[in-house]
């Protein structure tokens, strides 16, 4: 859900020390508004209904109205062949005023418009329209020094920028795309300072956050603690639940979500997936009517094999095995045109974890009830749980991190070491994220070496699910020995 988080930042920050009322007046603001708690046909109204016209600025709430729905999966994929955001910066382009938000316009559509050329995988296009945001973004700073919503934007992109991959910066640098996170962070909390009240202040604080946590990769970090209003919107709501969820507060992120759920059901579709994962969870039944409003109400394939392995296993776990099997041939059967990671890592494990014990370890140890997944494990002989080379794989590796988690380190590494011993097997992640863990387990004892040599083991491994993240943490521990 990568896209799905930068997607909650780019509408943003707008300032209300208006360069010009004309561009940008209450009507559009309350317009605005609206699209932000996903009221899109109000926010329409609103427009249609505007007696003061500025086409600028309509073309640009109009474009954030249609970003939004493409990242919450709102519309069907032919539908994002129609660049509807390029038609929309042709009129902010056109316009002959002279004006930071006209500038200001421009570099968010541009960063729309990457994101969803990102989801179409045109990589040329999407980092050609980084180049033009940054360029247009330096020269409206220099123009109009005093103008907050920009120098937001720009602290912004000092963030993204610092996150790019080590073999990219030479090119980055040529294209004067140069990223400093702490740079970046100390420039959006400047303008904030610069900003007025209500919510054009509040979506400058929530970027703060979201940078912090996503460039900083500062935990324990939350909007509630910084924005009382965050309830209204939805996908403020969305992504401080993840912050919980990533904190491994469960309970918390379920109760926030049920509070909630009048705000964001019907609105944020994806939220009855993520209601539906925290549920599954502890081992919840009914997590299953939010599985059905998710499958019910998507309009892409995004998600769908996770959802369809989540209500196999609850099938499973209460011996519905005719339901079970369903499910397991829906996910094998059907052409899913757009796969996230969770769905590729779905196809593979639906296939291979079949015991109902190793099903639901994993959802407990996902859910942080770890001492509850090791009881589950150690309840019955091993030789009744693995009847496979993969069930080894995944019994050694699921007991290897719980024991992590619960600061059983001669344990986590003897099971870890037990999962790597078997031939490697590209469809699950475990193996590699074994070796990572190994790295990580032996820096604490203090072996530098065989951290490193885990480490590279791990690097070695290719072609498995989420093999980007893993190789990314792999590194980033390389970094810090060395």
């Given at each position: 859900?990568?896209?799905?988080?930068?997607?909650?930042?780019?509408?943003?920050?707008?300032?209300?020390?208006?360069?010009?009322?004309?561009?940008?007046?209450?009507?559009?603001?309350?317009?605005?508004?609206e699209v932000l708690k996903l009221n899109f046909s109000t926010s329409n109204s609103i427009l249609s209904n505007s007696t003061e016209k500025f086409e600028a600025t309509e073309a640009y709430i109009k474009s954030s109205n249609y970003f939004i729905n493409v990242m919450l999966n709102n519309y069907n994929d032919d539908v994002l062949e129609n660049d509807s955001i390029s038609y929309y910066l042709d009129i902010v382009n056109s316009s002959d005023i002279?004006?930071?938000?006209?500038?200001?316009?421009?570099?968010?559509?541009?960063?729309?418009?990457?994101?969803?050329?990102?989801?179409?995988?045109?990589?040329?296009?999407?980092?050609?329209?980084?180049?033009?945001?940054?360029?247009?973004?330096?020269?409206?700073?220099?123009?109009?020094?005093?103008?907050?919503?920009?120098?937001?934007?720009?602290?912004?992109?000092?963030?993204?920028?610092?996150?790019?991959?080590?073999?990219?910066?030479?090119?980055?640098?040529?294209?004067?795309?140069?990223?400093?996170?702490?740079?970046?962070?100390?420039?959006?909390?400047?303008?904030?300072?610069?900003?007025?009240?209500?919510?054009?202040?509040?979506?400058?604080?929530?970027?703060?956050?979201?940078?912090?946590?996503?460039?900083?990769?500062?935990?324990?970090?939350?909007?509630?603690?910084?924005?009382?209003?965050?309830?209204?919107?939805?996908?403020?709501?969305?992504?401080?639940?993840?912050?919980?969820?990533?904190?491994?507060?469960?309970?918390?992120?379920?109760?926030?979500?049920?509070?909630?759920?009048?705000?964001?059901?019907?609105?944020?579709?994806?939220l009855n997936y993520f209601a539906g994962k925290m549920l599954i969870f502890s081992i919840d039944y009914s997590a299953k009517k939010y599985f059905y409003k998710f499958l019910e109400n998507t309009k892409t394939d995004n998600f769908k094999q996770s959802t369809y392995r989540y209500l196999a296993y609850l099938e499973l776990l209460e011996s519905n095995t005719e339901k079970y099997n369903k499910f397991v041939e829906t996910i094998k059967s059907n052409d899913f045109t757009f796969q996230s990671e969770s769905d590729k890592s779905a196809i593979n494990e639906v296939s291979s974890i079949t015991n109902p014990k190793l099903i639901k370890s994993q959802l407990l140890f996902d859910g942080g009830y770890y001492s509850i997944a090791r009881e589950e494990l150690l309840s019955s002989p091993k030789t009744e749980i693995c009847h496979s080379e993969s069930d080894f794989i995944i019994y050694y590796y699921r007991l290897g991190s719980i024991r992590y988690k619960l600061n059983e380190t001669d344990l986590a590494i003897d099971n870890f070491e037990k999962c790597t011993k078997f031939n490697f097997n590209n469809k699950f992640h475990y193996q590699a994220n074994a070796y990572l863990h190994l790295g990580e387990l032996y820096l604490t004892l203090g072996d530098k070496e065989k951290s490193k040599q885990n480490l590279y083991k791990c690097l070695e491994l290719n072609g498995f699910p989420y093999s980007y993240g893993i190789h990314g943490k792999a590194k980033k521990v390389l970094e810090n020995i060395n």
């Open positions: 859900m990568k896209y799905l988080k930068l997607a909650t930042l780019l509408v943003l920050t707008l300032n209300t020390n208006l360069y010009s009322q004309e561009i940008w007046n209450s009507k559009y603001e309350q317009a605005y508004e002279d004006s930071p938000w006209i500038n200001y316009f421009q570099v968010e559509m541009l960063t729309m418009s990457s994101l969803i050329n990102v989801r179409l995988d045109n990589k040329m296009a999407s980092a050609y329209n980084i180049y033009k945001a940054s360029k247009i973004t330096k020269s409206t700073i220099k123009k109009y020094s005093g103008f907050a919503p920009m120098k937001t934007l720009h602290g912004f992109q000092l963030c993204t920028f610092s996150q790019i991959p080590d073999n990219y910066k030479s090119i980055a640098s040529l294209f004067g795309i140069e990223g400093n996170y702490q740079q970046g962070i100390t420039e959006i909390e400047n303008s904030i300072e610069n900003i007025g009240v209500g919510i054009i202040k509040d979506k400058s604080k929530f970027i703060s956050v979201f940078s912090k946590k996503e460039f900083g990769k500062i935990d324990s970090i939350r909007i509630s603690s910084s924005i009382n209003s965050y309830k209204l919107y939805p996908v403020m709501i969305y992504y401080e639940a993840y912050l919980l969820y990533k904190d491994a507060k469960i309970s918390e992120t379920k109760n926030l979500l049920a509070d909630t759920e009048n705000t964001w059901q019907n609105k944020f579709n994806y």
